[in-house]
């Protein structure tokens, strides 16, 4: 197997406040991985580091082998490492269509034709609709985000990120926003992702973590508590400690 | 999390929500055979105005490099001056100098006006607001002032004169009634709006209109936003610079105004009333706020400003898409008509 996403060490200060400290994991090809922890755990934290957000304090992190601790988040998005963003980003007046026409041009660095026509663009038009057809948005193609429902938005963002060919895709709670009725429409997308990527999804609601996820890592207080696979962490006793047992409690 | 509000009815209906590619594409399509159509028309029925229309034409060309600048890149400036008068004093100075040919002089004029741009935008393109708005005042400010100084080949603060365009194609004299000024003005004109539609709707442009939306959306998915950004400034100080060339040529001189803020700011005033971010827009906002000027001031000389300035609150107010959202809106609302026929 491939390792395509390692970190050894990662660790974070905010002056004497440590939010992350001494994190390692490996993502192979193929992996389908969730981080979950309690809220203040440093997932979001541990997200930014890994994608070049914020630069971390010790640690290094090698994206297919290649040392990226110290890249430039642009750059490593370049070389395969996209995320999606918790709460849908994207360009309000730009249709669906022409965000991933955007997100491919971008990839293969395009963009910067002068009077070269959109419409025209060798290979373009198919990826595009190959694109919409896997995230079953072709309907919506036209429409501009702005007035699209929130869901399908969600469904947008994943395939932008597909779009940009990646090698390692993170998700950050990709269902956040969506009524949990309608959730299955995206497990259902994240489904349909090509095999040999990486997927780690930081998720709060361990029943989408549980569908998902092979195996799955705890965060708990910025540190790495535990991994495994589902069945070992739900038998964690550890888990149900700080993450699973005091939720369960609430309720 | 998001709030509730801001979530209606997820996954819903995606049928219904389908709306055809944006009704302001329509316009634009009519857009530009309309501008020349227009243009052509009133040099028959307004053959006695014919350099006041001469006037429309160049300004609106650089009104236009400022809706490239800010209505598809959302760069707020009021520096765009400096790239027009570079380009009109290059255009000048190698008219006087070395070679008159009016498309030598254009292409001085858009060479001066883009390297400019690609010299100063690289410098003062990582600020964003305000300070991005004083820094391009300075340096119009300082190319006028670099224009006051340079006498020998300016004039300074009498202007650069004697600039004598040879014939257009070796064939038309630019005459003394200003036929073919007005003709030469509106044929580079179109040819601009032309070039910056084909510009705004290739991957370049669709990633400048990514950059003036989320710059840090531009960053995720690879793109780095400051170089779009130096590039469209880049090629929007070309057409100042074919701008100001195409006022040298038509007008025979070019002056220390032509740098200066408040030709900047007029131009911010004109692009605003016409409408951002729909390259005639500018055509439309020029021909209302010189023509509005030009009536104005023969009538009641003293007040006209103060005109102009209800006339920019009320489209503001009432329009804020400017006068060619409200014409789009029109647009729409016969067509509704017509579907329902």
């Not at chain 2, 006051?148 to 004697?162: E, M, Q, Y």
Request: aromatic share 6%; hydrophobic share 50%; charged share 15%.
């Amino acid at each position: 197997m491939t390792k395509l996403l390692e970190v050894e060490g990662l660790a974070k200060n905010f002056g004497g406040l440590q939010v992350s400290a001494d994190i390692s994991m490996t993502l192979n090809a193929g992996d389908r991985c969730a981080l979950i922890g309690p809220n203040g755990a440093g997932k979001t934290t541990f997200v930014n580091l890994v994608t070049g957000v914020i630069p971390p304090s010790a640690g290094t992190i090698r994206l297919a082998g290649r040392d990226i601790t110290r890249l430039p988040a642009a750059e490593r998005v370049r070389l395969g490492l996209i995320r999606s963003f918790q709460v849908a980003r994207l360009f309000k007046s730009m249709t669906v269509r022409e965000h991933l026409e955007l997100a491919v041009l971008q990839r293969d660095r395009r963009t910067f034709r002068l009077f070269a026509s959109v419409g025209k663009v060798a290979g373009l038009a198919d990826e595009v609709a190959g694109l919409l057809d896997t995230m079953g948005l072709t309907q919506a193609a036209h429409t501009a985000v702005g007035s699209l429902a929130y869901g399908q938005q969600r469904l947008l963002e994943i395939a932008l990120a597909l779009a940009m060919k990646p090698k390692v895709l993170i998700l950050d709670e990709p269902a956040a926003g969506v009524p949990h009725s309608e959730s299955q429409r995206i497990l259902d997308a994240i489904d349909r992702l090509p095999e040999d990527l990486a997927v780690l999804m930081i998720e709060h609601d361990m029943d989408l973590v549980f569908r998902f996820a092979r195996t799955i890592v705890v965060l708990a207080q910025g540190r790495l508590l535990c991994s495994g696979t589902a069945k070992e962490i739900v038998a964690d006793p550890r888990v149900r400690e700080v993450y699973l047992g005091s939720r369960a409690d609430a309720r | 999390m998001t709030s509730v509000a801001e979530r209606p009815d997820p996954m819903s209906d995606p049928v219904s929500r389908h709306t055809p590619p944006a009704a302001r594409r329509d316009l634009g399509w009519i857009g530009i055979p309309l501008v020349a159509a227009v243009g052509l028309a009133a040099y028959w029925l307004l053959p006695d105005d014919l350099a006041l229309l001469t006037r429309i034409a160049a300004s609106a060309l650089f009104v236009l490099s400022l809706d490239l600048v800010l209505g598809y890149g959302g760069i707020a400036t009021l520096g765009q001056a400096a790239m027009f008068g570079t380009g009109a004093y290059a255009a000048g100075i190698v008219a006087v100098n070395w070679i008159n040919d009016p498309f030598a002089m254009l292409a001085a004029g858009g060479i001066a006006g883009g390297g400019i741009a690609l010299a100063t935008g690289a410098l003062i393109l990582h600020a964003r607001g305000l300070t991005l708005l004083m820094l391009t005042i300075a340096v119009g400010q300082i190319v006028q002032e670099v224009a006051n100084k340079a006498r020998d080949w300016t004039g300074g603060s009498d202007g650069l004169s004697g600039i004598d365009p040879a014939p257009v194609l070796g064939l038309f004299r630019f005459d003394m009634f200003g036929r073919t000024s007005y003709l030469f003005a509106l044929a580079v004109l179109v040819a601009g709006l032309l070039v910056a539609r084909r510009i705004m709707r290739s991957p370049f442009g669709l990633a400048c209109r990514g950059v003036r939306e989320d710059p840090l959306r531009i960053s995720a998915i690879g793109g780095s936003p400051k170089s779009y950004l130096v590039a469209l400034y880049a090629v929007a100080g070309v057409f100042a610079g074919v701008a100001g060339a195409l006022t040298a040529v038509t007008s025979g001189i070019v002056g220390l105004d032509s740098a200066g803020f408040p030709w900047s700011a007029e131009a911010l005033v004109m692009l605003v009333l016409g409408g951002t971010g729909r390259l005639y827009g500018a055509v439309i906002g020029t021909a209302a706020f010189m023509g509005i000027h030009h009536i104005l001031a023969a009538s009641d000389p003293f007040h006209w400003m103060g005109f102009i300035g209800l006339f920019l609150i009320g489209i503001v107010l009432f329009l804020p898409g400017g006068i060619a959202s409200g014409l789009e809106r029109l647009g729409g609302l016969l067509r509704r008509k017509e579907d329902r026929a």
